[in-house]
């Protein structure tokens, strides 16, 4: 492609529901009435069949611009038409309420008149059944009603409610206009003092979960920004952190790498738990531990890489052959075979994420009352497991191997038994716990390559991997040995690409070869080059990866190397995830102090 293709919106949410806003004032994704249902607009991925939620100018847009009303999550995307220009203010209501948050499922937008004599058409087409069917609408006093057999929305506003039913006559906007869009209940409000209050208790509350939050001085603008994502990205009556809000975006054009990632990967919990650890945001640890906790007391038999935000174990994956695919790349998927797996990861990662609740004395959380019952469970599974083959991190779907990555899990999750059972005095599972880590480590020592000084993706092969990294992140290695020093060079010198982009593996795998890196292994890059020591180097390649944004500072899942274009889902919650952890392990080696202190 001639030009850098970058992902043209931003996105609101109040941890009920996240909506895509583009440049072009369409909302163009949203699904209702949760992350893991159809969507109600999605021209992302169909701009006939997918709806459509627009404030256009009559003519042709001249110039528009986005950005974030300071440390929240409220979008404003100011158009300029030929006749004048105007701005919008997207926001999903959230405040504290009744000592409890206010999350409605509403879409409130707000179109102020900015200059000239703006003339704008508005159109509210909402689809279902992911564009299979469109919803009847019926006009109000002062509302639209959209209706199908089980599903109804209102469309409250103060513009002519004729304009949605004969809509060529351009409305000429002289004042500012409301349009709340509400999901299974209708709103009874005053409309605009109601939108005015809800705008201003909404902003009031992210600048408060921000000025709450420990946030380093070192990129801080584009920390904050990172935390409201992944903030946007926990499903709050679960607690689930989903990877992205979309599904079947290509990581690469003609990839065929297209996948639902609406759900809440288990094996990734270590590093969205050190991301909120770092951010100081307990709260939202607790929620999604006790996701974690539920999930491992249900599911007593193997537990998955993946689960829906209310726990669902069957993640059927289907295609929708019927829509074009995001800029016509299918094809379009609906849920994520990858459940299916085994992924021997995860239990070392179910037992990382519940340490701090088991061990930290500022948690009183119910798991301390059988932590015996509980840890004995989850390191019997890795006894059962530490020594089979699996489909590894990646998610491998034709071929399984011994991989090092699952081992290191396997690794930690033991060391994490081991500090719980000598807390609680659990002489007999810490006796297990330091056998299992020391099974662990010689399936990991399998994998070194004494001749090449490093270590490879799995045994008896001689693949990289940048999941390797984690070995000197999380301590296997010494991080200041020569043994992770050599690791790293030799893994960057195969795996590193441009301004330190990485690729998660180069050899061939159910789809070919990648081409296209994988943006959170650049962050990991960046945290282990800060651990062995190369901080300056860490710096400048976390300065130079913040390029890969689009312009309001959301990354993708996968960036590529030749153009710097975005690919993959977005945002990806984990490649936020990385961004925070990385500036913090920066942070950390420069002795910065942070910007806001948690009161």
């Excluded at 583009?22 to 992350?35: A, E, H, K, R, Y």
């Excluded at 701090?356 to 959380?365: A, F, V």
């Excluded at 296997?476 to 992770?484: G, R």
């Excluded at 195969?494 to 959170?520: C, I, Q, W």
Aim: net charge negative; glycine share 6%; aromatic share 14%.
């Amino acid at each position: 492609m001639s030009e850098k293709h970058r992902y043209g919106s931003g996105i609101i949410g109040n941890c009920s529901y996240i909506a895509h806003v583009g440049t072009d004032t369409n909302v163009n994704w949203l699904c209702w009435p949760s992350f893991e249902d159809s969507f109600i607009f999605g021209s992302l991925l169909d701009k006939q069949k997918g709806g459509e939620f627009s404030i256009r100018p009559t003519g042709d847009i001249v110039e528009s611009k986005q950005y974030y009303v300071d440390n929240t999550n409220v979008l404003c995307t100011e158009v300029t038409g030929e006749d004048g220009s105007y701005r919008i203010t997207d926001f999903a209501p959230r405040f504290e309420q009744y000592e409890r948050y206010y999350k409605p499922l509403m879409l409130i937008r707000k179109v102020e008149p900015l200059s000239g004599h703006p003339q704008i058409r508005v159109t509210c087409e909402p689809t279902y059944d992911y564009g299979k069917q469109t919803f009847k609408k019926d006009r109000g006093s002062n509302h639209v009603q959209f209706h199908s057999a089980d599903t109804h929305m209102r469309l409250a506003t103060n513009m002519p409610i004729s304009h949605f039913f004969e809509n060529e006559m351009p409305f000429l906007l002289n004042q500012t206009v409301y349009l709340i869009l509400t999901y299974g209940s209708a709103f009874e409000a005053p409309i605009e003092r109601t939108a005015e209050e809800f705008q201003k208790r909404t902003q009031q509350y992210w600048q408060k979960w921000i000025k709450k939050a420990s946030i380093p001085t070192f990129y801080q603008k584009e920390v904050i920004r990172s935390a409201l994502v992944l903030k946007l990205h926990q499903y709050e009556d679960t607690g689930a952190i989903i990877a992205a809000s979309t599904t079947s975006l290509p990581e690469h054009p003609g990839s065929g790498r297209n996948w639902d990632y609406r759900y809440c990967w288990l094996r990734d919990s270590y590093y969205v738990l050190t991301a909120l650890s770092h951010i100081g945001q307990f709260e939202e640890m607790e929620k999604y531990a006790s996701y974690i906790a539920n999930i491992t007391h249900i599911d007593l038999d193997r537990l998955q890489p993946l689960y829906g935000i209310f726990g669902k174990h069957k993640l059927t994956e289907s295609t929708l052959d019927y829509l074009d695919g995001y800029l016509g790349e299918q094809p379009v998927r609906i849920g994520n075979q990858a459940h299916e797996h085994v992924q021997n990861d995860v239990y070392g990662q179910a037992l990382i994420a519940l340490l701090p609740l088991l061990t930290d004395s500022r948690y009183n959380h119910e798991l301390k009352i059988n932590v015996r019952e509980w840890t004995s469970f989850i390191l019997k599974k890795i006894g059962a497991t530490i020594d089979e083959l699996d489909a590894g991190i990646w998610e491998f779907r034709n071929f399984e191997q011994r991989h090092c990555y699952s081992n290191l899990f396997q690794w930690a999750g033991s060391t994490a038994a081991l500090k719980i059972a000598r807390i609680y005095g659990l002489d007999d599972i810490a006796e297990e716990a330091q056998r299992l880590k020391k099974r662990a480590a010689e399936h990991i020592e399998g994998c070194f390559d004494p001749e090449e000084g490093v270590y490879t993706n799995a045994i008896d092969s001689k693949n990289l991997d940048a999941s390797t990294l984690q070995l000197i992140m999380m301590n296997y290695l010494d991080p200041a040995s020569e043994k992770a020093a050599k690791h790293l060079e030799v893994l960057e010198k195969e795996l590193k690409a441009e301004n330190g982009l990485f690729y998660r593996y180069l050899h061939k795998d159910d789809f070919g070869k990648p081409k296209s890196t994988f943006l959170v292994c650049a962050f990991w890059y960046v945290e282990a080059l800060a651990c062995v020591g190369r901080v300056d180097e860490a710096k400048d390649i976390f300065e130079k990866l913040m390029q890969y944004s689009n312009h309001l500072m959301l990354f993708s899942e996968d960036v590529s190397e030749f153009d710097g274009s975005q690919w993959g889902n977005f945002p990806q919650a984990y490649s936020h995830v990385g961004l925070v952890n990385a500036a913090y392990r920066i942070a950390v080696k420069l002795d910065q102090p942070t910007f806001f202190e948690k009161e």
